[in-house]
Each structure stands twice: as structure tokens, then as C-alpha cells.
């Protein structure tokens, strides 16, 4: 009886890792920071809100696809930011807050990460010290946002433009 009670367990421990490995593990901004502080990575940024049906169609689609997540895990810290929060957020020693705008407003994170352009889903790229590469915005399938995934992941922006990279990503 032991034994099938440990087998149990067992089980489910193998389970619940191979569940967790096939989701992305989202943090909060100040998880992020605080972890490439202790493990330096880039981070990559999901900027969405909650009126936006090409964020839910990237989460339900792009976000769970097998080499996505494994990247993604492997190679950045992952953030799923709600450019329209209320609360606050401190960032790189700032506090950013909530700006009233006529029936919705924005986070003024969001618009330093998305320089101004509030467009939704858009994928925010950080290097291990917080400096912005770059946003990029609209609703990408898998295909398409891992050249960029492994272009900034690689370091390969630092030697070569985007154009360039791709004639030689497979």
C-alpha cells in the first residue's frame, strides 16, 4: 500500500512539472527586476489590456505553443503587464502610476514602454540592465514572433539589424 501511495505521488510531482513547463511563467514587473538583478536575462513584456480581443486570441494561441514557452522560459523573464492597472509600479527606482483619460486612461509604463503608442497586444523587449530595445506591436502567431524571440534572445540585434538576421534563422 505504500508503494502505490508514493507511486501516486511521484505521479503527480511529474505531472505538475511538465504542466508547469508547458505554460510561460509570467511575473510581475517587480518579480522581473528583481530576478535579473539575481540572474541577469532580458525580459520580455506582454502589453495588453482587458478589452483586447487580439491580446485573448495571442494568450489562447501564440503564448502556448510548445517552442514559444521553452524559449521564452529558457531565455527571458516573462512579464504580462496591463497597460490600463491601477496600481502602481515602481520601475528601474520610478514610480509610474495610473493616468485618468476619458473612460479608460493609461499607466504612464505603458506609455514609456510603448513610447507614446498605445497599441495592444504589443511584445516590449528589456536587455538585462532595463534599457528598452524595442516594442513590437500587433497580434503575432508563433511563426512570427519567434525569429524575434531568438533574434534578441541570441544577442544577434547587437551584430545585426533584423532584416539580416532573418535570411539566416530556421
Given at each position: 500500500?505504500?508503494?502505490?501511495?508514493?507511486?501516486?505521488?511521484?505521479?503527480?510531482l511529474v505531472s505538475s512539472v511538465t504542466i508547469a513547463q508547458d505554460k510561460i511563467k509570467w511575473m510581475t514587473m517587480e518579480q522581473a527586476q528583481a530576478a535579473t538583478k539575481v540572474k541577469p536575462k532580458k525580459i520580455i513584456i506582454d502589453a495588453y489590456t482587458d478589452w483586447c480581443g487580439w491580446c485573448k486570441k495571442m494568450d489562447a494561441t501564440t503564448f502556448v505553443d510548445k517552442k514559444v514557452v521553452e524559449y521564452i522560459n529558457s531565455n527571458y523573464y516573462a512579464v504580462k503587464f496591463n497597460a490600463e492597472q491601477k496600481e502602481p509600479i515602481v520601475f528601474n527606482g520610478k514610480t509610474y502610476n495610473f493616468v485618468p483619460n476619458g473612460a479608460r486612461g493609461y499607466h504612464e509604463l505603458a506609455n514609456l514602454l510603448l513610447q507614446g503608442k498605445f497599441s495592444y497586444p504589443t511584445t516590449i523587449y528589456l536587455d538585462e540592465k532595463l534599457n528598452l530595445l524595442t516594442p513590437v506591436p500587433g497580434f503575432l502567431e508563433p511563426a512570427q514572433l519567434n525569429p524575434i524571440l531568438h533574434y534578441f534572445g541570441s544577442g544577434s540585434y547587437l551584430t545585426m539589424d533584423f532584416a539580416a538576421y532573418q535570411k539566416t534563422y530556421k
Amino acid at each position: 500500500m505504500k508503494n502505490k501511495g508514493m507511486i501516486f505521488w511521484v505521479l503527480l510531482l511529474v505531472s505538475s512539472v511538465t504542466i508547469a513547463q508547458d505554460k510561460i511563467k509570467w511575473m510581475t514587473m517587480e518579480q522581473a527586476q528583481a530576478a535579473t538583478k539575481v540572474k541577469p536575462k532580458k525580459i520580455i513584456i506582454d502589453a495588453y489590456t482587458d478589452w483586447c480581443g487580439w491580446c485573448k486570441k495571442m494568450d489562447a494561441t501564440t503564448f502556448v505553443d510548445k517552442k514559444v514557452v521553452e524559449y521564452i522560459n529558457s531565455n527571458y523573464y516573462a512579464v504580462k503587464f496591463n497597460a490600463e492597472q491601477k496600481e502602481p509600479i515602481v520601475f528601474n527606482g520610478k514610480t509610474y502610476n495610473f493616468v485618468p483619460n476619458g473612460a479608460r486612461g493609461y499607466h504612464e509604463l505603458a506609455n514609456l514602454l510603448l513610447q507614446g503608442k498605445f497599441s495592444y497586444p504589443t511584445t516590449i523587449y528589456l536587455d538585462e540592465k532595463l534599457n528598452l530595445l524595442t516594442p513590437v506591436p500587433g497580434f503575432l502567431e508563433p511563426a512570427q514572433l519567434n525569429p524575434i524571440l531568438h533574434y534578441f534572445g541570441s544577442g544577434s540585434y547587437l551584430t545585426m539589424d533584423f532584416a539580416a538576421y532573418q535570411k539566416t534563422y530556421k
